[in-house]
């Protein structure tokens, strides 16, 4: 049974910075490409960064270029978000994802088969 667990999530002010952790049991992660999303209220679930299995190719939605860092352990089975001068637009549920997804479909929910229950993320101004 696949098993996503973030956490790390929590209020903080713009300009600080969060390190969100995405625990992985069931599957060796370099197998698969991982990903985060996220969802603010009343919106739907955005991409925002994705780590391709293997290699570890990274891709980051415009919005968190620059900001947000994904990186994984493969000692620990564990996904990261390194997210770095928070603003208030980045509150959300964010969410870990799991799958095969390729270059062409990363950036897309359907890619993914597993999911963690997603954590919340404050920025304050």
């Known amino acids: 049974q696949v098993q996503l667990v973030e956490s790390g999530g929590g209020l903080v002010q713009a300009g600080g910075a969060l390190r969100l952790s995405c625990a992985i049991s069931?599957?060796?992660?370099?197998?698969?490409?991982l990903a985060w999303f996220r969802q603010a209220p009343g919106q739907g679930r955005e991409f925002v960064t994705a780590?391709?299995?293997?290699?570890?190719?990274?891709y980051y939605a415009d919005s968190v270029k620059g900001r947000f860092t994904i990186s994984r352990d493969r000692t620990k089975n564990t996904l990261y978000l390194q997210m770095n001068s928070l603003v208030p637009e980045d509150t959300a549920v964010y969410s870990c994802a799991a799958g095969r997804a390729i270059t062409s479909t990363l950036r897309s929910q359907s890619a993914y088969a597993w999911w963690g229950q997603g954590i919340q993320v404050t920025v304050s101004s």
């Open positions: 780590i391709k299995s293997g290699g570890g190719s990274t």
């Open positions: 069931g599957l060796m992660i370099n197998g698969y490409t």
